[in-house]
């Protein structure tokens, strides 16, 4: 008697876990939020805002960037690494919050590896070393390097914030080149170009894609580019290599992550997206115009390049014993 029942029952349940299943919303459920940890007009947020035009594209909900610029980035990243693990709210990740602000800000309130769960790598972006013309009258690196030894106290350069790639390589820069500078760290790119263009300071290093425009203009004046070789976007612009000083090389990478244990099934449909997003010829386009290099990374190989930039590059940032202003 019992065993005739067995083939309902079995029934039963099968259209139980159907009807569970179907009753499942597709993730996401609700809209999806990056977070930048800078504020508009930088590099991160330009490509912040293209990946998340064309994940809403692919994805069944709205993507959208929220800016909480902040400490060298780290406010931000500690925003997304309390944040509930259900994909939802995401961090455009890079350089400043991840490997260099850490060892430079007191007490920040995460582990920049296992304090995340690291998904995607989108790429990285050299520096370029600027300078407003009206104030500096350097042509070339070498040119730049006897006006600032010339300078009666050391000229001031404006980064992104302490501890971001841009003061890094200011420090790094001075220590090479013998030049004492001054740093003047701000939140984020475009309040810097804002005081560079306006005079309040004579030179920057930054990331290249926001200034290229007034380069063009001829509003700011292009010294050299912190990569191995020459930009497409800015290709007259020479190399540090070939400006005489080879070595001194500077980028800034960007990836996607989220708080840590994100559900395996989460991150693998992002990576998927966002694989997919870097090779939509909207986000081709864009990512050419920033001048921002791709490399395929699969999830694990991107978690293992995080860890080895915190051990290599943040170790080297420590042991400069440098601390936010």
Same mark, same amino acid.
Request: hydrophobic share 45%; no cysteine.
């Given at each position: 008697? #019992?065993?005739?029942?067995?083939?309902? =029952?079995?029934?039963?349940? /099968?259209? *139980?876990?159907?009807?569970?299943?179907?009753?499942?919303?597709?993730?996401?459920? #609700?809209?999806?939020?990056?977070?930048?940890?800078?504020?508009?007009?930088?590099?991160?947020? =330009?490509?912040?805002?293209?990946?998340?035009?064309?994940?809403?594209?692919?994805?069944?909900?709205?993507?959208?960037?929220?800016?909480?610029?902040?400490?060298?980035?780290?406010?931000?990243?500690?925003?997304?690494?309390?944040?509930?693990?259900?994909?939802?709210?995401?961090?455009?990740?890079?350089?400043?919050?991840?490997?260099?602000?850490?060892?430079?800000?007191?007490?920040?309130?995460?582990?920049?590896?296992?304090?995340? &769960?690291?998904?995607?790598?989108?790429?990285?972006?050299?520096?370029?070393?600027?300078?407003?013309?009206?104030?500096?009258?350097?042509?070339?690196?070498?040119?730049?390097?006897?006006?600032?030894?010339?300078?009666?106290?050391?000229?001031?350069?404006?980064?992104?914030?302490?501890?971001?790639?841009?003061?890094?390589?200011?420090?790094?820069?001075?220590?090479?080149?013998?030049?004492?500078?001054?740093?003047?760290?701000?939140?984020?790119?475009?309040?810097?170009?804002?005081?560079?263009?306006?005079?309040?300071?004579?030179?920057?290093?930054? &990331?290249?894609? +926001?200034?290229?425009?007034?380069?063009?203009?001829?509003?700011?004046?292009? =010294?050299?580019? &912190?990569?191995?070789?020459?930009?497409?976007?800015?290709?007259?612009?020479?190399?540090?290599?070939?400006?005489?000083?080879?070595?001194?090389? *500077?980028?800034?990478?960007?990836?996607?992550?989220?708080?840590?244990?994100?559900?395996?099934?989460?991150?693998?449909?992002?990576?998927?997206?966002?694989? /997919?997003?870097?090779?939509?010829?909207?986000?081709?386009?864009?990512?050419?115009?920033?001048?921002?290099?791709?490399?395929?990374? &699969? +999830?694990?190989?991107?978690?293992?390049?995080?860890?080895?930039?915190?051990?290599?590059?943040?170790?080297?940032?420590?042991?400069?014993?440098?601390? /936010? +202003?």
């Amino acid at each position: 008697m #019992r065993r005739r029942h067995l083939p309902v =029952i079995a029934a039963l349940a /099968a259209f *139980a876990a159907s009807n569970e299943s179907r009753a499942q919303p597709a993730w996401p459920a #609700r809209p999806i939020r990056i977070i930048v940890t800078f504020p508009p007009g930088g590099s991160s947020d =330009i490509v912040a805002r293209v990946l998340a035009e064309v994940l809403s594209q692919r994805l069944p909900q709205r993507v959208m960037v929220e800016n909480r610029p902040g400490a060298g980035g780290t406010l931000g990243a500690a925003y997304v690494a309390t944040q509930p693990a259900d994909g939802l709210t995401l961090l455009l990740s890079n350089t400043a919050p991840i490997v260099t602000s850490p060892p430079i800000y007191a007490n920040v309130p995460y582990d920049p590896v296992a304090g995340f &769960t690291h998904i995607a790598y989108l790429g990285a972006t050299p520096l370029v070393i600027l300078v407003n013309p009206r104030l500096v009258p350097a042509t070339d690196l070498a040119g730049l390097v006897a006006w600032m030894k010339a300078q009666p106290a050391p000229p001031a350069y404006g980064s992104s914030g302490a501890g971001s790639v841009a003061h890094i390589f200011g420090e790094a820069f001075s220590s090479r080149t013998g030049a004492a500078l001054t740093h003047v760290p701000y939140r984020g790119s475009a309040p810097m170009q804002a005081d560079l263009l306006g005079g309040a300071i004579p030179l920057s290093f930054d &990331t290249l894609p +926001q200034n290229v425009e007034n380069i063009r203009a001829g509003r700011l004046r292009p =010294i050299a580019i &912190t990569a191995p070789t020459r930009q497409q976007m800015a290709p007259e612009v020479p190399t540090t290599a070939e400006a005489g000083f080879p070595g001194l090389l *500077a980028e800034n990478w960007l990836g996607l992550a989220g708080p840590p244990g994100l559900p395996a099934p989460i991150v693998a449909t992002l990576h998927r997206e966002v694989a /997919a997003a870097l090779d939509a010829p909207m986000m081709k386009t864009r990512i050419l115009e920033h001048g921002i290099a791709v490399r395929p990374m &699969t +999830q694990p190989e991107f978690t293992g390049f995080v860890a080895d930039q915190v051990r290599v590059v943040g170790g080297a940032v420590k042991a400069l014993g440098l601390t /936010a +202003q």
